[in-house]
């Protein structure tokens, strides 16, 4: 674990490194649907930007398309400077789908043991246990350990994915709804970690979450609805930009602002 | 709608790299990760194992009165018993990898399709010696079976079985949205090699239509080759081929299974 920081250390403003994200008219199509509309939007690093929207508007195809496992995917997709999809990408990101990623008929351990091994089959033993360790310290699970992925209730499922997510040192993670089903004390525990992560490693995460509350915790927002990204700021300047009291607030009125417009675009048709 | 070029290397990386090159400690990984999954799961593996020797001690008792229909259509068995279970067990494993997102997760992470799919073939490969090893013995030592040649080739012959179920249960998993429909495969895909076979009727004895389609069915060749050690003490010219037949459909099925594992899904 020691040996981790033997990595070149991030320097503080990370300028001379492109944007986690960097998306321009990136566009995903789902049988006859098109999910995402050209989207343009940039990622920056070593933050926690929120993806936030109402549950359909897109979260997922986007993360799936920045993860690199979306289909159909036409526009300029750049994440950590290569292009999505890329393989040198696969070990740098971490990444939690909705729904708990791991086998249910395994230990909570015997699952970080082995994806560990997929991450990086190279890494000595002992420094693939040490990091199983501290992931299941991070996540809150060490009791559990030797407990069957299956038995555990569904919130403890996901910390496991998450778990997954946060072996070996990602510099970007993806994580889609992970504090779904959390009680408040866990919930806020896990943002500590994000932060405390996003601090001292410098790595950048991607969150999303139906639940406003959440977004007040974030460095900067991405508001999505319809496949659209109605606003991409710092919470604060969107509760200013708007005039609200909160971000829920701030989303509601944009998303009026919106349907007031396609309106009128209609009426003058 | 804009539909720009993309420019996000899609094409490029699932078409360029058409599978992968092997690593060792990866495939090792996912085979261990397969085999602690089943040992969660007592209660298959015991089916895994006892099945086969309880149908056999059947047949053993059901032919009492002729000692050599049991000799053919034991050994035949003896072919046809690992295909059909590994077939079973690779299908709904691999269907739940792929409906539980693991498959997803893994595919995002640096594990190739031919380490998964090596893994998952190396996993049931020892499963499947096992459970022929016991079937074998309990019919050559306990229950008579008479075998002029020698019982490791009806083992060899036996894995490569196990192994083109492996390859067929993989492939087919990808055709099937639930475990109903990857259950119902079975008798889809196995039966009709099952009946034209021939276990029930010697093959030139058939209808020529289906004796032709019998000749492209791999578990012919598979049936076949046991019927050859049956026979001869010495590996036979017929028996090589059949066994490279086998070996090679399910090899050939296997790259037709990493065909459809995809990394970018709709």
């Known amino acids: 674990m020691v040996n981790s920081s033997s990595e070149p250390p991030l320097a503080p403003g990370n300028s001379a490194l492109p944007p986690a994200v960097e998306a321009a008219g990136l566009t995903v199509v789902r049988g006859p649907h098109t999910v995402l509309r050209g989207l343009g939007f940039t990622v920056p690093r070593g933050q926690i930007t929120g993806l936030l929207g109402p549950s359909g508007c897109g979260k997922s195809t986007l993360m799936r398309a920045i993860v690199g496992t979306q289909a159909k995917v036409t526009g300029t997709l750049n994440v950590l400077g290569r292009p999505a999809g890329h393989p040198f990408l696969r070990t740098r990101i971490g990444y939690v789908t909705q729904a708990p990623s791991v086998y249910g008929d395994l230990t909570i351990r015997q699952n970080l043991d082995y994806f560990g091994s997929i991450l990086d089959p190279t890494r000595p033993a002992p420094a693939r246990r040490a990091d199983t360790d501290r992931v299941l310290g991070e996540v809150d699970l060490t009791s559990h350990a030797d407990t069957l992925a299956g038995n555990l209730s569904g919130g403890q499922r996901n910390r496991v994915s998450l778990a997954v997510a946060l072996l070996g040192s990602p510099e970007l993670l993806v994580l889609d709804e992970p504090t779904v089903g959390l009680d408040p004390v866990l919930r806020r525990d896990l943002w500590n970690l994000f932060h405390s992560i996003a601090a001292t490693r410098g790595a950048t995460f991607l969150i999303s979450s139906h639940v406003m509350d959440e977004a007040e915790r974030c460095h900067r927002l991405l508001l999505m609805r319809e496949g659209e990204i109605l606003a991409d700021d710092a919470p604060e300047a969107l509760r200013t930009r708007t005039g609200s009291g909160t971000v829920e607030a701030a989303f509601l009125h944009l998303v009026d602002e919106a349907n007031a417009n396609s309106r009128t675009k209609e009426t003058a048709r | ?266």
């Not at chain 2, 492939?171 to 009946?195: G, H, K, R």
Request: neutral net charge.
């Open chain 2, 1 to 266: 709608m804009t539909t720009q070029p993309a420019t996000t290397g899609t094409t490029a990386s699932t078409a360029g790299i058409p599978v992968s090159t092997l690593n060792l400690s990866r495939t090792t990984a996912t085979a261990g990760r397969v085999l602690r999954q089943l040992r969660h799961d007592p209660r298959t593996i015991a089916l895994l194992m006892l099945i086969p020797c309880l149908m056999l001690v059947l047949l053993r008792y059901v032919f009492d009165g002729s000692p050599h229909t049991f000799d053919n259509i034991g050994a035949s068995l003896l072919g046809i018993f690992p295909l059909i279970t590994m077939f079973l067990v690779t299908s709904i494993a691999t269907l739940r990898e792929r409906t539980s997102g693991t498959l997803e997760r893994l595919l995002a992470m640096p594990l190739g399709k031919a380490d998964l799919i090596a893994g998952y073939a190396l996993a049931f490969g020892i499963l499947a010696i096992i459970q022929s090893a016991l079937a074998t013995g309990l019919a050559v030592w306990f229950l008579g079976l008479d075998v002029t040649g020698s019982p490791w080739l009806l083992l060899l012959v036996a894995l490569l079985d196990a192994l083109l179920g492996t390859a067929l249960g993989l492939f087919v998993s990808a055709f099937a949205a639930s475990e109903f429909q990857a259950v119902q495969f079975m008798p889809a895909v196995i039966f009709p090699q099952l009946l034209l076979c021939g276990l029930f009727t010697p093959r030139p004895q058939m209808h020529p239509v289906l004796e032709a389609v019998s000749d492209v069915l791999p578990m012919s060749y598979a049936v076949d080759a046991m019927n050859e050690v049956l026979r001869h003490t010495d590996v036979t010219a017929t028996f090589v081929r059949d066994v490279l037949i086998v070996a090679g459909c399910a090899l050939l099925v296997l790259v037709l299974g990493a065909a459809t594992l995809r990394r970018r899904t709709a």
